[in-house]
């Protein structure tokens, strides 16, 4: 856009200092994915493609781990919207990444009913287990620490979530149990949700 | 109370279709099918059925409300994005009894003459919405969703929307702006969502609690649902008991049981754990004034706990005991305030973001006592005057815990530590996530 | 018109149903302060400063997004509204900088200015406060190619997102992340890439955008004057009104300083586009024509003209001369062509057509053609084959036939106006055209081909009046002088009528105007031409209250009193008719 001589853009002297999410190798949503956000697409009526942006950033995560500039572009442009939008979505919601994560995200709840139960000293404890404070991932990519807030399980207080996983009833004492559980036999280790019954 | 929408929640295989059909299921929206949509609307006005979500709002009046006039389609948008600290009910409900809500969704979608409900489920919630989903193909195979439902012409689809990690997607505008595609931002209103809500369309919201009341109102009638309760706070109700309690867990009783019943009668709470004695509790949820040990004598119903200046909400009750510092709740649930605050309006993004600042602070042993007065103004000025219910829910712990407690906040500038430093808190504060 | 009355602060207001409370006191002339509403966008209802008292409601209302009821009664200023306003004011400056004296925005910033009339009077916010980007000017970012953007200043009210979404149609500008670390944003940090870009400085109630263009350049204080006008740049006619710098004559600077839009609902609603705003240095610019040249020499403007005329008769009188006319030329210049037209070898119109990149669902379409009048010269009855494109096949067939010995240029517009005109430098070269007539504004290659050239007069140096594409009939005004001994258009070409067949004699410009408003005396868009009035440099708070009634409070704020001595010495507050007296909010 040169309408003006004037306003020679580009010089760089002006710097942002908001961190950008990671530009990533070229994304492209797999055929079967695709297929899948077409499906969801039509649960929603025609011209509101929109609706299914979550879904589309959903898909966009699991096939990469996080969320990329690249991946942006992709979601945008099957979403039907403009790439500022999507970005709007992603820094929104907590539960899309901009970082890379590790392979087991673990999620502390540490809102009033967990904290009342222990939650503080859970995370102490992992923290201290992985060498990670919260919001860190390590650096082999294993692990990522994250408090967040009521997961909706306060009677099993505190709950600890690992990706799309819950482990409840975790008290302090515990949480080393549960990290070696993960790196021995990973979500199949978690208690899961809390009202698994007996004969199921 | 026998319980009757968590009747069969420890059943091996309840939630499946099958055991559903086996005690009865769909006959609610089976017999509905034979009313007229406003029979239904008004068999729902008369069981005084009022939402389960928080507000209390009579649900057949909200779907009166609904423009069945209009040219456009309607929509049920089902909230089953629950995030208000302390509750967990519709967790249970949609892990344990989906078709119950799914009957609800379908009979509701009946009576305003919607075509489809959408059921807006928390991102957190990955395995509840795995169960919906696998629920929901069982209910379509089985003509129960879907085209021409039970041979009688009628359609209606349901879909299952996750969201992905806001507590502000819990407001009604707020979950269909999010259903849109949009940030959970609130919208104002007027417009109501029953004139132009999902899509611009006429909308009901309503909680999963509330819906999976509907199928009990239409097959045993209004009247017998209102007599299980007092007086306009008729039904079943769940509640959910958290904190130092003996036996945290969703209870359904009717709303005859007062508060104290619900914290020590061994059937439910049964009483303070580890020989401590009660503090103060939350009845409904962390958005709502609390109430001290001497005021729980009230039945725990919409109007009981309203007269004794707190409000039912979402029915979680956080009980707290003796051990507790209000000081370090006050800052726990404003931490969660400030975290979850869309930024939309002024008072409430500015405002939490400084409350937290300033409970920090004397949390942390640096208060002054004009802090104290600063903390009320603030909170005042806070309240009533966002966009959405957010900002009062934000005020309320500051404003509540302060008038209890003062002498509690006082003691910890005074003396510059926490007066109350539990056993089970953090040794050192833990450093904030985001 | 449905109408509805309801009562404000105890007077009785009707307004138009529909309206906003809001709408009704802005009409009625109370004060009511607002940032996310905005005249031209939807309603946000987000900074939540509007609050007033509606009885029989419980909580106050934002008046922004509550309907006029019949029989509602509003309260703007009880002491209850006054405190709420009052602490929606501190929260909003919890985060906000104090760095008026440097802000571009201080002295016409609606947070400035409302916070000294309804904020409290001091902050009790004791921490510090939140920075992005860093403080000073390390916060000022690049924000695309005309735009600078300061997250620090910014309160979120959500006007720069809406107006990319609604009437840019691409929503470049977003919000990352949430709650109290809500910033302003596009992807990648780009910036805005727009032709609608300016709009944002409009529309941004505090310094957070600024224009690269305007950025430290002035103060509102130092460009106290302005003119309504119109801009001429392409056939929208979008109306504007031009700022001049007060500045004394030995100072560097130009004195047209910045050009912002002005309402006209059947035209440019509150907007224009980057063209009109940022291309008007050309106006003062060092390649304006000062002076009359023959051969690329100075010369007087009696020798020009007198060259003129010996040229006409060289080649064998008028019917030898062929006009080539840009479409920049005014009605009062075209009517006097008009005129001895007929004795001449004819009138070709050229312009400009360029598609400019915009969204697919843009509210405000910029025309491609850049010109501003050839509506105008289609109702004088010229032909100006409007399919877009100027079709100057005719003309240049002729000239490469040798039949045009005479080319009389006439272009009062900026450089490129008159597309392409390789063709006439290089047919004068080869002597196919013997001489070349040039009456133009700025020096170009054209201009330096010519054997005469005779100094115009740019848009904001005449009172000329324009047919935009629509067929409206404006006025763009004299804003400042012409530089150098540049005559206006319609005075040369007055004065060269007789040498074409015809004595042409008017005595101002208005009176060429009374001619051609009887002369398409049938045409109802002219009916106003003959009497048609120029805003003059005055008080831009007069001209603002009257034509923008929106903006208006900007100016009952900025120009109370000239010069500008705010709150009179001995800094309490000054009760004045029209001024909002500052109180102590308890």
Redesign the interface.
Known sequence: MSFHPLMEYGAGHHQSARVLPEEGPAFQFTAANLAKLEEICTRYPAERRKSAIIAALYLAQGQQGYITLSAMRAVAAAIRCSTAEVEDIVYFYTMFYTRPMGKHIVMVCRTLSCALAGAERVTETLSKELGLRPGETDANREFSLLEVECLGACDRAPVVGVNDDWHECQQPEAAKALIDGLRAAGAGSLTGCHLKVAGE | MEPILTKYVKQPGGASLDFYMKVGGYEGLRKSLGMTPDQVVDVVKQSGLRGRGGAGFPTGMKWQFVDKKSPKPKYICCNADESEPGTFKDHVLMERNPHLLFEGCLIACHAIGAKVAYIYIRGEFYHVQQVLERELAKARAAGLVGKNIMGTGFDCDIFVHRGAGAYEAGEETALIESLEGKKAQPRLKPPFPAVAGLYDCPTAVNNVETLCNVPFIITEGAEAFAKLGPEKNGGPKLYCISGHVKNPGVYETSMHTTLRELIYDPKFGGGIRGGHQLKCVIPGGSSVPVLLPEQLDIPASFDGVASAGSMLGSAGLIVMDETTCMVWAAQNLLYFYKHESCGKCTPCREGGDWLHKLLMKIERGDGEMRDLDLLLSVANNIAGKTLCAFGDAAATPVLTTIKTFRAEYEAHIREGRCTLPASWRASHPVLAAH | METVTLTIDGKPVTVEKGKSVLEAVIQSGGHVPYYCYHPGLG???????C?VKIEKMP??Q?SC?T?CGEGMVVTTNSPEVEA?RA??F???L??HPLDCPVCDKGGECPLQDFSYSYGPERS??A?ER?T???EGV?A???F???L??NRNRC??CTRCVRFMKEVDG??????????????I?????KGV?S?LSGNLMDVCPVGALTT??YRFKSRPWDNPNAVDTICTLCEKGCNTTAWIKAKPEWAKGTQLIRTTPRLNEDINSYWMC??GR??Y?WIEGDRRINQAHMNGNVTSWEDALVSVKDAVDAVGGATHAQFLVSGHASLEELFIIKQFAGNTGGVTFSWRHRVK?QPADTKFKIPAVDAPNLHGAKDLGFNTATSGVANISALQSAVDAGMVKLLYVLDPGPDGTLGDVEWVIAARKAGKIKTLIVQAVLHSALTAAADILLPGCAFVEKDATYTNMTGHVQGAARVITAPGEAVEDWQILSKLSVVFGVNVTYSSSAAVRVAIAQALGANPAYAGLATMTFSRPMSAKSWLQASNPSERWKWDFMFQDLPPIKFGDDFGPTPRANVIPMKEVK
Do not use: W
């Open positions: 309603v946000d209802g987000s900074c939540r400063v609050i909580k106050l934002t997004s309907p709420a602490s929606v501190e929260f909003l919890v985060n009790r916010m921490f939140r992005f980007d860093g390390k000022d970012i690049d695309g190619p005309t600078m953007l309160i979120l691409d929503a470049q500008i977003g919000i990352t992340n949430r709650g109290v670390h809500s910033e944003s596009t992807f990648e940090e890439v032709l690269r263009d980057d063209i940022f291309d240095h990149p």
